[in-house]
C-alpha cells in the first residue's frame, strides 16, 4: 500500500570521529522514505532549493520513491551542520539554515491523496498537520518531532499527537513534552492525550512500545560500528511504517514486528555515513538481522512451580 | 546449592521524592543476600558494629540466611547517607562513613569454605580477591563493583576480573573502567581481560549480557512506583546468582532465565524503601512477573521470502 512520507529533505555538513563529510543528503523524510521504500511504494513530500543536487533525485527514483510531492522552489536546500564527539550519543548543532524550509507550504498531489499510510516525519507540526488535512481517509498516521517544537508549538503538537495512531518521541522529548522523568508515566500520559499507540526511541537503548493493552520492549543491535548516527530516528520510523503499509496490519503482532524492521533499518543507518549503508543493503541482510534480534531477546519460560 | 554472599552490610540515611529515611538497613550483601534467599540458601559474609539493630539479625535469620560469616566488632556500622532527585537515576552521595568496614578483615567459616556457588558485591577487590582465597573450589563466581574502585584500586580489580565467571558492571562503571564509550566495543574488553561473561546494568533500560558466543538483551520491567532505588543492583545480582547456585546450571539458557529473575527481583525492591518489598514478596509474584517478562519481549519471526 503506498505511504505518505513527509517532512524535512536537507544537505548535511557533519563530524563525527570517523571523519567529517559536507553537503550529505540526510533530512528527516529522506532517510524515513528510503528506509520504507524497502517494503512499500513511497510517496515524498518535502521542498527543495535549486541547489539540490541531481544525483540526489535520481537516488531517490532509483529507490522507486514518488517525487512528484517534493517541490522545487528558488533558495537553497535546508541545510544542518552539526558534530558528535566520541560517545556518539548527542548531536551537537553548529548550524541551522532552514532556506527554502521557512517558506515550505506543503500542497499534495492529487495521486497522494487518497493514501491511506501517513508518516508525519520530523517537522514544524503546523505543516504536518496542513499535510494531514489533505489526506482524504488515512488509516494510519505516524507522526514524529523533535525538541525544538515541543518548546515552540506545542499546542500544534498535540493537536498532532491526538491524530496520530503512532506518536513517537525520543525518551529526552517525552519526559520534556510531559514534564514527567519517568518514562512509563510519560507514556501514559502521551496515551491519555490521544495517540493510539506511543513509541519511546532510547537509541543505544532500543525501543518502547506503549498502547492501553500493551507494553513492548525492543532491544537495540550491538553496534560496533556506529559511525554516523544521524537519520537513525528517521530510518527506525520509515523500517516501521513502511512494513506496516506493507502488510496493510495493525494487529499487535504486526506493530511489534513493525519496530523490529524499524529497529533492523536504523541499525544498518547508522554503520555509514549519510545513506550510503542503505543504498547497498540487501533484504537478505534484513530479514537475517531481524531473526538475530529474536535471538538477543529470546528465552525460556520458567518451569511450573519452580520456586 | 549453598551460596556465599559478601559485601558490606550498612545503615543508611536517604531521601527521594517520596519521604526520608534514617537507619534503614541496606548494604551490598543484604539487598543482594536476601534477593538470593527466595531460592537458595546464603551465607553471608560481612561486618557490622555493635550498633547494628538486633532486629536486621532477626530479619536475615528469618531468611534463612546463615549468619556465621558476619562479623561483629566495636564500632558503628557503616553508614551511608544519600539522596535521589525526581528523575531517580543517579544516587547522591552526601557522606560515606566507613566504620568498621575500614577494619573488616574476612575469614570464612569452615563451614562456608567448601561452597561451589561465590557472589563477591561491591566491595574492596583486595577483600573480594581475599574471600575467594578462602573457597576451596568455587564452580560459578558473580563479582560486582563500584566506579570507586575502577579508580583507586584498579589493578586488585582486574585481578576480580580475570577469575570471575560474570563480572558485573553499570554502564557508566563499563565505559570507565575501560575507557570505551561504546558498551559493546566495552564489554568484549572485559571478555578479553579474561571474564567468562559480562553483565553490563543500565537501570530502567534493562541489561546485556555478553560472553564469547552470545549476546542477550533484557527488557527493563515499566516501573511506575519507583520509590527507592538503592539496592536494585544487588537484588539484580543477588536474583540472578541464587537463581543459578538453585538450578545448579551454567548453560546458556541458565543464565539467560537468571538475569529476568535477577530483573524481576530488582524491579520489586525498586518499590518500597530498604528492602521492605523483599520482606513481603512471595513465590507466585516473582513467577508471574517473570512471565510478564516474557510478555515485553516476544514477537513472531518473520514470514519466508517475506520482504
Known amino acids: 500500500m503506498p505511504l505518505i512520507v513527509a517532512g524535512s529533505v536537507a544537505l548535511d555538513d557533519l563530524a563525527t570521529p570517523f571523519g567529517e563529510r559536507k553537503n550529505l543528503l540526510g533530512g528527516s523524510a529522506v532517510h524515513a522514505g528510503v528506509s520504507a521504500s524497502f517494503f512499500t511504494p513511497v510517496k515524498l513530500v518535502g521542498v527543495v532549493g535549486e541547489d539540490f543536487p541531481r544525483e540526489h533525485v535520481d537516488f531517490l527514483k532509483q529507490r522507486k520513491i514518488d517525487i512528484e510531492g517534493l517541490k522545487v522552489i528558488k533558495g537553497k536546500t535546508f541545510h544542518w551542520e552539526g558534530y558528535y564527539e566520541y560517545d556518539m ?3 551537537h548543532t553548529v548550524k541551522t539554515d532552514l532556506n527554502v ?4 507550504d506543503p500542497e499534495l498531489p492529487e495521486s497522494y491523496r487518497k493514501s ?3 508518516f508525519l516525519a520530523n517537522l514544524d507540526p503546523e505543516l504536518q498537520l496542513r499535510i494531514l488535512d489533505q489526506v482524504a481517509a488515512p488509516k494510519l498516521v505516524v507522526a514524529d518531532t523533535m525538541n525544538y517544537w515541543i ?4 499546542d500544534a503538537l498535540e493537536e498532532v499527537v491526538r491524530r496520530s495512531d503512532i506518536m513517537l518521541f525520543n525518551d529526552t522529548e ?3 513534552f510531559t514534564k514527567v522523568p519517568n518514562l512509563i508515566v510519560a507514556a501514559k500520559k502521551i496515551l491519555d492525550m490521544g495517540a493510539k499507540n506511543v513509541i519511546i526511541k532510547k537509541g543505544e537503548h532500543g525501543a518502547l512500545l506503549f498502547s492501553k493493552d500493551l507494553h513492548f520492549s525492543a532491544p537495540s543491535f550491538p553496534q560496533e560500528d556506529l559511525i554516523d548516527p544521524t537519520g537513525a530516528g528517521d530510518s527506525f520510523a520509515g523500517g516501521l511504517i513502511g512494513y506496516l503499509a506493507k502488510c496493510g496490519g495493525t494487529r499487535t503482532e504486526d506493530l511489534k514486528k ?3 524492521i524499524g529497529s533492523v533499518m ?3 543507518n547508522v554503520e555509514d555515513f549519510s545513506l550510503d549503508s542503505l543504498r547497498k543493503l ?3 541482510q534484513i530479514t537475517k538481522r531481524y531473526s538475530m534480534f529474536r535471538r538477543f531477546v529470546e528465552f525460556e519460560e520458567l518451569p511450573d512451580n519452580y520456586i
Not at 101 to 104: A, P
Request: proline fraction near 0%; hydrophobic fraction near 40%.
Open 258 to 260: 513493525a519496530i523490529i
Open 101 to 104: 524550509l521557512s517558506q515550505f
Open 116 to 118: 491511506k499510510y501517513v
Open 282 to 284: 540487501r533484504n537478505d
Open 89 to 91: 550519543n548527542q548531536a
Open 151 to 154: 518548546e515552540n508549538k506545542k
Open 266 to 268: 536504523a541499525s544498518f
Open 174 to 176: 517525552a519526559r520534556e
